[in-house]
């Protein structure tokens, strides 16, 4: 995986996707929108401000954004600390044109909140606290500290201080509400994309294992023939060549390496097959494929007809597809994962539907996340048995989400639940009293029509080029 994915994943490195030419441009917008209010200011209402030190604050804003375009490349992307910094700075300028315009008492005072829920869109939580703490500490001192608002006849314009204080109460929590509430549906989008970005990764991965498998597949069956015709071929000569030694074992070395290379061709295509032979399977054997790599370690994993389903009712063939497949694997990985010995893998199936249930015998989803379960990224508290149980692992859920979005694109749909003690199939023996996760797909989704499925699949397409 590439560092940028990696980042990607780890939701590192968001506030480094800002480019500075965005900044400019939201600059220039407020700079437009301060140069005209001072004008309405000054000759619409004709109030009596300290207009030179307004504009100067004003210019300091359009040399800033000079600068910046002219020393800096225009696709820069902006570090922590810069976004941080050109935050504040804006953050700064809006608060001494308020000191030079009435402080709170302009009404103009509540776009101070806006630089910090930028601050919390972009930036880290460290970083947002302490931009947030200095806006509110600026609103706190223009409460008491600030030029006044004055009208052409010197009346001064001023809110009752009841108003006044209710005014900075209102933008204290609109500067906490709005960081807070931004902070959490970013950060929420942010995990959605990266958790998407990570399934898209594991389905591409799969597809390339698949699409090798199909190679090594299509070369193993076009190889066969010739290198039957070698070892053929050699085999004759050895015959012919008994009674010359030299030429005898020059023919024995081709043959034993004819034979070395169809085992080699043998042992590559185990690996896995994509011809229109295993572009559909029998439903067991599909589940039995995802559940292979789980069958070694430790945990009895018992593959299972449901009760009432007539045996004599053939399973369905299906589409062998990686999604299906990858996500299967890794439901049944976090039940091996959890288990205390035991996994169960229930199939059943009906002329509307396909179902699929992987339970196990372990302690099942926490209570409190039952809900949650299938969103990316949530975290529990461990125990030491846990960490004992599965090291290295972080809880965060992403597993469980990738295996949900694989598996409803291929038109499942999926319910997690728990199992209870009173729920056994038999008295002696393990049970399935853990987690239990139903996968269930509309036939028409995922099965082949029966006369589809008995009929002749033609040959083999080539792989595009």
Same mark, same amino acid.
């Given at each position: 995986?590439?560092?940028?994915?990696?980042?990607?994943?780890?939701?590192?490195?968001?506030?480094?996707?800002?480019?500075?030419?965005?900044?400019?441009?939201?600059?220039?917008?407020?700079?437009?929108?301060?140069?005209?209010?001072?004008?309405?200011?000054?000759?619409?209402?004709?109030?009596?401000?300290?207009?030179?030190?307004?504009?100067?604050?004003?210019?300091?804003?359009?040399?800033?954004?000079?600068?910046?375009?002219?020393?800096?490349?225009?696709?820069?992307?902006?570090?922590?600390?810069?976004?941080?910094?050109?935050?504040?700075?804006?953050?700064?300028?809006?608060?001494?044109?308020?000191?030079?315009?009435?402080?709170?008492?302009?009404?103009?005072?509540?776009?101070?909140?806006?630089?910090?829920?930028?601050?919390?869109?972009?930036?880290?939580?460290?970083?947002?606290?302490?931009?947030?703490?200095?806006?509110?500490?600026?609103?706190?001192?223009?409460?008491?500290?600030?030029?006044?608002?004055?009208?052409?006849?010197?009346?001064?314009?001023?809110?009752?201080?009841?108003?006044?204080?209710?005014?900075?109460?209102?933008?204290?929590?609109?500067?906490?509400?709005?960081?807070?509430?931004?902070?959490?549906?970013?950060?929420?989008?942010?995990?959605?994309?990266?958790?998407?970005?990570?399934?898209?990764?594991?389905?591409?991965?799969?597809?390339?294992?698949?699409?090798?498998?199909?190679?090594?597949?299509?070369?193993?069956?076009?190889?066969?023939?010739?290198?039957?015709?070698?070892?053929?071929?050699?085999?004759?000569?050895?015959?012919?060549?008994?009674?010359?030694?030299?030429?005898?074992?020059?023919?024995?070395?081709?043959?034993?390496?004819?034979?070395?290379?169809?085992?080699?061709?043998?042992?590559?295509?185990?690996?896995?097959?994509?011809?229109?032979?295993?572009?559909?399977?029998?439903?067991?054997?599909?589940?039995?494929?995802?559940?292979?790599?789980?069958?070694?370690?430790?945990?009895?994993?018992?593959?299972?007809?449901?009760?009432?389903?007539?045996?004599?009712?053939?399973?369905?063939?299906?589409?062998?597809?990686?999604?299906?497949?990858?996500?299967?694997?890794?439901?049944? !990985?976090?039940?091996?994962?959890?288990?205390? #010995?035991?996994?169960?893998? $229930?199939? &059943? %199936?009906?002329? +509307?539907? *396909?179902? /699929?249930?992987?339970?196990?015998?372990?302690?099942?989803?926490?209570?409190?996340?039952?809900?949650?379960?299938?969103?990316?990224?949530?975290?529990?508290?461990?125990?030491?048995?846990?960490?004992?149980?599965?090291?290295?692992?972080?809880?965060?859920?992403?597993?469980?989400?990738?295996?949900?979005?694989?598996?409803?694109?291929?038109?499942?749909?999926?319910?997690?639940?728990?199992?209870?003690?009173?729920?056994? !199939?038999?008295?002696?023996?393990?049970?399935? #009293?853990?987690?239990?996760? $139903?996968? &269930? %797909?509309?036939? +028409?989704? *995922?099965? /082949?029509?029966?006369?589809?499925?008995?009929?002749?699949?033609?040959?083999?397409?080539?792989?595009?080029?």
């Amino acid at each position: 995986m590439s560092d940028f994915s990696a980042e990607l994943i780890s939701g590192r490195g968001r506030s480094n996707w800002i480019r500075l030419r965005t900044i400019i441009l939201v600059r220039w917008i407020a700079i437009v929108g301060q140069v005209i209010a001072l004008i309405v200011a000054q000759q619409v209402f004709q109030l009596e401000l300290e207009y030179g030190l307004c504009y100067l604050a004003v210019g300091i804003s359009v040399i800033g954004n000079l600068i910046s375009m002219f020393v800096f490349p225009e696709n820069k992307l902006l570090s922590e600390s810069e976004n941080a910094f050109m935050i504040l700075f804006d953050l700064l300028q809006l608060s001494f044109l308020l000191f030079l315009t009435g402080g709170l008492h302009n009404p103009f005072s509540i776009l101070v909140v806006g630089p910090v829920t930028i601050s919390a869109s972009v930036l880290s939580v460290r970083s947002t606290a302490i931009l947030a703490a200095t806006a509110i500490v600026l609103v706190t001192l223009m409460l008491e500290f600030h030029m006044p608002l004055r009208m052409e006849q010197r009346f001064i314009l001023r809110m009752p201080d009841v108003f006044l204080y209710g005014s900075w109460v209102a933008i204290v929590i609109a500067i906490l509400f709005s960081s807070v509430y931004s902070r959490r549906v970013v950060s929420e989008m942010s995990s959605m994309s990266e958790a998407l970005a990570a399934t898209q990764m594991a389905l591409a991965r799969e597809q390339k294992l698949t699409d090798l498998g199909g190679v090594v597949a299509a070369a193993a069956h076009e190889l066969g023939t010739p290198l039957a015709t070698i070892k053929l071929t050699s085999a004759e000569l050895m015959d012919e060549l008994e009674d010359r030694k030299d030429l005898y074992e020059d023919a024995a070395l081709i043959r034993a390496q004819a034979d070395r290379c169809r085992e080699i061709l043998r042992s590559m295509g185990r690996a896995g097959k994509d011809d229109l032979h295993l572009r559909t399977a029998p439903l067991t054997a599909v589940v039995a494929e995802a559940a292979e790599p789980h069958l070694d370690r430790g945990k009895e994993v018992l593959f299972e007809i449901a009760a009432g389903q007539d045996a004599a009712d053939r399973p369905p063939t299906i589409m062998r597809r990686p999604e299906v497949i990858h996500g299967l694997r890794n439901l049944i !990985q976090n039940a091996v994962d959890f288990s205390r #010995s035991s996994v169960w893998i $229930e199939s &059943s %199936w009906s002329d +509307e539907a *396909i179902v /699929l249930r992987i339970m196990d015998d372990g302690r099942g989803y926490p209570s409190h996340l039952i809900g949650r379960i299938g969103d990316p990224f949530v975290r529990k508290r461990r125990s030491e048995r846990d960490r004992k149980q599965r090291p290295g692992y972080e809880g965060m859920g992403l597993g469980l989400f990738i295996a949900k979005t694989l598996l409803e694109r291929s038109g499942a749909e999926l319910s997690f639940a728990n199992g209870s003690d009173g729920s056994p !199939q038999s008295t002696d023996g393990p049970r399935p #009293s853990g987690a239990i996760v $139903e996968v &269930s %797909w509309p036939r +028409e989704e *995922i099965a /082949l029509a029966p006369d589809t499925a008995l009929g002749p699949l033609g040959l083999n397409p080539q792989f595009p080029t």
